[in-house]
C-alpha cells in the first residue's frame, strides 16, 4: 500500500478537517457565483487558487515539523524583506500600498507574515523552552512589534492588529505572567488617545462610523449600511441563490471579496448563516483538538497561534460586515475571492496537519 | 518550566482562549440575529427602498377654448437643456460648453439659480428652455461630450393670442414656495409631484382643478448606479380637462379692436344666463411672458408702468359709476312712490337743497327744462336726481343697489374680484368718524361721491334690469354649475315690479334716441340700443372752476361710463364699458359699445 502514490500522498491529510474543509470551499464557490454576477472567469481563478492552496497544503502536510523548525528565522526574514520591498517598490491600490507584483501574480506580505511570524515566535519559544523568562518574553515582543510597525505603515490596520493579537497569544500561551498582562493592558488604554491621534484620518472615520454609521450614508458608513441591510433583509430563510437585490443590484460593494458574507446572509438568510458558522466552529474546534495532542512546545504554541489567526479573521470580517466594528480591509477565510488569503489560509491547516501527524517525531 | 507544567498551563490558557471563542462566535451570531430575525422588517423595506425609484408622470394640462373651439391656452412641445441640481455643475463650464450650440445669458442663469431656490421636488432643472430644431440637432450630434446636461421634452402652456384676453385666461408661472404651502394646506400637494407650473391669475388659476389632472407614476427597479432594471408598474396620468369658455373670441376681438389705445375695461354678457361673451381689461400684456418666471426688465415695465396693464380691470378696477348709477336710483324712487310720471320739475341748471342756500349744478349749462323721471334718464338730469336723492334718502336707496349687487361680488369664476362699495350713514361714521351730510345723499344720486363699482358689477346689475333670475351671475365657463355661494343679503328680483322696470327701461331706451345723451350711436343702427352714460369725475374742480377738456391732462380727465343692452325689446347682449379719462360717456364709450352690439347682432348671429 505504501508504495500506492496517493495515499502516500494524503496519508498526513486529516479526514475530518479535509471534509469539513472542502465543504467550506464547495459554500464558498456557490456564493460566489452569485456574489459575482455568474462571472465565470473570477469562478475560474478562484477554483485555481483552491487548488494551488490544496497542493501546498498537501505538501506541508508531509514536510517534516523539524524543518518548519529549521526554516523558522529564514521565513521571517525573508517575510521582512518582502515587507520593506512593499514599502519601497509596492504598488497601491484603495489608497494603501499592500501588493508587490511577483513575475505573474500580485502577491500580498502581510498575508504571509501571518504564518512566519507565529512559526518564528514558536521558534524563540521551543529554543528556549527551558528557560522562558522575562528576556525572552521581551524577545518575542520585539520579533512581533517590527513587522506589525510595517504594516500599519502600509497603512493596513486591519491586518496590523490581527498578527499582533496572533503573536500575543503566542507570548500569552508561552506563559507570559497574568500580572504583567494586567499592567500593560493598563498602559495601552492609557496610550489610547496618542494612539488614536496617530491614525489616519480615513481610519479615525471608520471608528466613528460605527458608532453612528446613519451619520454619514454616502460617506464611511455607507458601506457598512448597506452591508447591514443586506443581511438584515435575508430574513431567517434568505432570498435565495442569486435572488439578493442588493448584491446584484451593486448596492453592496466589493460583493466577492469582503463582503462576500453579506451576499451570503442576504441568500441564505439565518439558517445558512447558522450553518456556516456551525462549519468553522467544528473546523476550530478540530484544530484546537489536534494542538492538544501535540507534544511539544513549538507544535502547540504554532497550531494554537495559527488557530487563532484563522478564528480572529473570520471574527473581523464577520463583524465588520454585520455593522459590530468598523469597516477594514480583510477577506473571509475560505469564502472570500482572493488568491493569497486562500493560499494562506489552506497552508495554516497544512501545518497544522503535518505537525499533528508528526506530533511524536519532535521529541525534546 | 518542565514539559508537564508548561503542557498543564498551555492547556489551561488554551481553553480559556476557546472559552473567548466561544463567547465571540456567540456575539457575533446575537448580531446576526438581531439584524436578520428582529429587526428583518425595517431592513426588508430599507433593500427595498435602496432599488424603487418612483418616476412622477405628470398629467397634460387641459386647454382652454372660446364658446367655438378657438384655442385660447394650448400646451406646446418644447425642447429644453437641464441641469441635476444634485451633481452640482459648474455653470460656467456649461455655458462655455454650450457656446456653440446655444448663448447661455445671464438672464438664463439666474433664471436657473431663482428656479433652484424654489424647486419643491428632486429633478432637472431647465437652463435653458425653448430650443429651436437646428439647436436640438446639434446638442444631439454632440451630446457625448456633455454627460450632465441632459435634453428634456416637455409641454410647456402657450397662449397663442397673446395679449388678447390676457386677463380672463391668465397665465401659470412656476410653482413657489406659497403655492406648495397653500397645496399642502389643502391636500392637493401629492397632485403636483413631477408638474413645474400651477395657474396663477384668470381662469387658468380659478380652474386650476379641472385643467390640472392627476400624475400618474412609474415605479422602476434601480441599481446602485440608478440604471433601469426593470418597469414593475406603470399609473397613467389623468389628464387636465379641456375648458370652454363663453367667450366668444371673435366678438373679443372685435371688442378690443374696438376700445383702441383707450385704458379701460368692458365686458359682455347674455343677459338670459350671465354668460361672459367678451371681457376686456386694456391695456394687456402678453401672458407667455410669464410662464417660466417673467425677466426683469419686462417685470418692472409692465408693474411700474401709469396704465397698470397687470391689473385686471373688470373685476378689480374701482370706478365711480357716475350717472350709470340712475337707472337704479330711478327704480328705488318708484318703488317708493316718489317722482313716479306723470310727476315732473322745471330744470333751470342748479338744485338747491332744502332749507339752505347750498346749490348743485346740472351737468347742462342753463338746464333740461321741464323733466319727468323718464327724461331724466334720457337726458341724464342731474337736477332731477339730486332732488330725488334727498327726497328718498340712503337707506331705501341702499336696498335698490344691494338687490342688483353693488357693494358685493357677483362672484363670477375670475380670482381677485372686489366688491365695490355702497356708503352710508353708518359708514361714514365707522370709517372716518364723521357725520354724513345731507349735500353728499345728493350726489350720491348721480352717482359720485362714495359710491364705487367694478365692470362686472355694471354689467351684471344691467342684466338684473331684464332677467329676474335671482341666481343669475356672469360666468366665463361655458358648462357652468354655480357652486353653493350666498349673497351676504337675500335677494329676491322677483320683487322687481314690471311697471317700474318697463318705465325704467323706456328712459334707457331713449338715451340713443333723439335727445339722448347717446343719439348718435342710435342713428345707423338697425335695432333698438337701451343704453345709460356716465362721466365718473377723476379731478376735483375747485369752487367756481369750469371743466374744459381740452385743457386737462389726459390722466385727470374724466372716466366715460357706458351701460347698455340690445335690442331693446328682446336684449340678448348686455354690456358695461368703462373708458378710462375717456371723458363724457356717450361720446367714447359709446361707440365703442355700438361697434360691440353691431358686430354681435348683425354678423354674428
Redesign the interface.
Known sequence: MNKFIPYRLFKNIDKILMSLLLLLLLIGLITLTSASQQDFNLIGNQIINILIGMGLLIILSLIDPKRFLFYAPYLYLISLILLLFVAFFGFQSHGAKRWINILFFNLQPSEIIKISIPLMLAWLYHRF??K?NYKTHTLAFFILLVPCVMILKQPDLGTAILISLAGF?II??A?LSLKFIAISGFGIFLALPYLWSNLHLYQQNRILSLIDPGRDPLGTGYHSI?S?????????LGKGWSYG??TQ???LPETSTDFIFSVF?EEF??IG??GI?II??CI??RC?YM??KMQ??FS?LIT?SLV?TL?SSI?VN??MV???TPIVGAPLPFISYGGTSMVVSLAMIGIIMSLHFHKSLIA? | MDQHKFKYFFTRRLNFLFGIFIFIFAILLIKIFYLQVIKFEDYSSLAQNNSLKIVPIPPIRGQILDVNGEILAENKLVYTLELDPKKNTDLKIVKQQLTNIVKITKYDLKKYSKTLSESHYSTTLPIKSNLTDVQVAKFVANKYKYPEIFLKHKFARSYPKEKSGAHFIGYLNRINKKDIKKLKKLKQYENYIGTDHIGKTGVEYFYENRLHGQPGYKALEVDAHNKVIRVIETVEPIHGEDITLNIDYKLQQVAEKAFGKYKGAMVALNPNNGAVLAYVSQPSFNSNLFINGIDETNWKRLNDSNHKPLINRVVSGLYPPGSTLKPFVALAALENNIRRPPFSIIDKGFYTMPNQSKTFKDWKKGGHGEVDLIKAIAVSCDTFFYGLGVELGIPKLNIVLKRFGFGEKTNIDIPNEKSGLIASVEWKKEKYNKKWYQGETAITAIGQGYTLTTPIQLALATAKLINSDNNLRPHMLKKFNAPDFMYEDEINLSGNDTDNLNLIKEGMSLVTKEGGTAAFIGRTTSYDISAKTGTAQVFGLKKGEIYDETKLPDKLKDHALFIAFAPSKNPRLVMAIVVENGGHGGSTAGPIAKKIFDAYLNEIK
Not at chain 1, 228 to 236: E, T
Request: glycine share 16%.
Open positions: 523552552q527551558n522562558i497569544i500569552f500561551l506563559g448597506q447591514m441591510i443586506a443581511i438584515g433583509s435575508g430574513g431567517f437585490g442588493q443590484l451593486d448596492f446572509g438568510g439565518f448563516i447558522i458558522f468553522y466552529f476550530l474546534y484546537v494542538a492538544q511539544n512546545t502547540r494554537a487563532f478564528f471574527f464577520i463583524a454585520s455593522g459590530l525534546n
